[in-house]
């Protein structure tokens, strides 16, 4: 059983780094923020003299090994960075699930032979540079180490850049490769499990998503002489687009998901036609063959709408992972446990990506998920309720139990 | 006659201030650039002994004094600020044009009794202080000497600010609130002279504007776990509502103009759905009672759209301008030279706004256009042809030779 308020204190201390008035966190990838909330679980992890590694990639790993630790690992974990004003339980109650239950395996002596760790990975979450769960990613080998360094924020700086000046660029050689399994447990992000009144969410897989940049050039020109059939108006172009597509996917009334979050216009003046608009697309779909074919349909609808507006078109791929499925045996184990002990839980897909879609590569992979109270997440107002979390809490401790070789 | 050769250098000169990769100009009101060009400008009018004063609004006059300087003086002039990345002719020209016209009463010697004056105005563009005609503006007692020198730009700069930076706060006594006659000439930043085989435009007056911010609030949330139904995307939310608009105009088939130059999304990340989208609306129209009508239509469309997709709505009023009529008596003199002279001109309204609009209401004023060749204004590639700017320039000297008191 976990001790939950040795993990609310905890909590606490990390929601106030980077904390927000609104009750949210700040804390992008690589800031001075996560530099103390690193810092912070680090003296955590000393604390209870687990090993430190850090490595390449910016990941800490804190281990507590095993009688043979020549064995492939059990690893927890997620990550400690937020999107811009996010809320308190996005990654962070992962990160503190995993250093739990090992406090746990220590207060109680547990002899085990492979080790355990618990880890925090690097800008999981692509909002400040933008290729999410790319650190995984690059120990699963979907990313070349390359890939993640060159990686810029909108400033122009790099990932190496920001490693190097928080103080977290650590050793390649201490990257794990291969695990013998990966558990993350992590909020619902949305209102399934609410709305289904459930406990906890028994995670079968991931939707696939396809991001996407479109920019539209036509003509600056003035607002006022330029007559309406004369322009080429390239926000009037990215609106049409952006309607049309979230017409198609309303229309389609399935389980395709559209979102533009980006969407931006130049030169930026009121009285100035724009010569250019540039929008972010993301398209998620948990079937592979209907997802390819959705970004198909996307782009197309795109392309014409430009020819019809005049306009030129440049449509930039991204991002694209294509949805996962993790290992049916825990997915099982989770449900047994849910049934022993009384706890109200759902299968589900993920609607949202996490690390433990890149870990699925290189470990036997699960996830466990907790309600999120008004099924809302990238947001201040995140929340969910700390009998759900200790009940998933306990969940995911009983199936390291299970796991565990000893 | 105008020594156009002469106006050509000073023009050369003042393009390369500010001077864009793709031949534009880049001079926002009261940056490095615009000082730049004041100095310019300043020293011009002092080389050929013209008094300077400069008023605490930061409007520069060249004055030619008239042997009755207690008489109302006709004054010529336009504005050296640009938009971002705008032309080389906007504004500038006819700040030439009237510094050109006092060169040349110069140059012969001619007796006058009113002062003649050559005016630069202070942010005539609004780009960068989001209150285009500002300075105008408070001379014809539209705005307050507050309303001007607090306005601020993007980064919290006021005007006031500003003009003591670029050492441009000149003294209250020094503005002109009473004039004879007022002139400008423009390009006329459309497609309509250059369309009709026109050397010169005679302008009748300006259409109204009507400018308006509009802000729609839903709640950010995951672009992965949030059901399409079940969102309340502001990005979305402010495309509909763009679209209608849009629309509407275009079914309207009038002479109605809209134009979206601002749209922008927050947080502005790629799989957060928009908490907040924010975008500008530009209206106009020749007529005021329909021009008023459009406003409240375009009001209705705003808000019945954010009822509908469950969005909060703000619509903030930025700027209202009703349309404008200049002197009878100096389009029909402007005819008549056209018709002596055989320079094809063609009556017009204007599409854009000048300090014309304000001036009219204090002097007799009058607008003279030269077509932009490919109908582009706001833009680098904004363009006229040299005889027909020569051809402008001189029926504008015309018209002062007609007017000025002997
Ligand atoms: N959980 C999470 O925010 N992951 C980032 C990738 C995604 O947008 O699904
Ligand atoms: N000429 C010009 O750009 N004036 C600014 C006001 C307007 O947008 O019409």
Redesign the interface.
Known sequence: RVNIERVKQKFNKLASIGGTANGGVHRLALSDEDREARNLFVEWLKERELEVNIDDLGNIYGIKKGTDPSLPPLVLGSHLDT???GGRFDGTLGVLTGLEIIENLIDENQEHTQSVIVVNFTNE???RF?K?MISSGVLANKYTTKDMHMLRDVTGKTIKDELDRIGYSGKRENRITKADKFFELHI?????LIEQGASAGIVEGI?G?S?HQVTFEG??????????A?RK?A??G???A??RL?EW??SAGDET?????????E?????????K?VF?V?I?HPDPNILQRRVEEMKQIVIETSLETRLTNCIED?SYMPPVVFSSDLTEQLEEICLKESIPAVRMY????HDAMYMNRIAETVMVFVPSLN?????E?EESRWEDIESCMNLTAELVTLSLHS
Chains 1, 2 share one sequence.
């Open positions: 999107v811009p004003y979450e692509g909002a933008p999410p619902e992000q949305g209102p399934a939707q998503l991001w003509d600056a020109d003035h607002a006022g002489p330029s007559p309406m004369f108006d926000g009037v990215a609106v049409k952006m309607y979230h996917v309303s998901m559209i979102t533009f979050g980006k969407i931006k216009t030169p930026d003046v009121v009285n100035v036609i724009p010569g608009a972010s993301d998620r991204l993920s609607g949202a990506g099924g809302k997440s990238h947001n107002a």
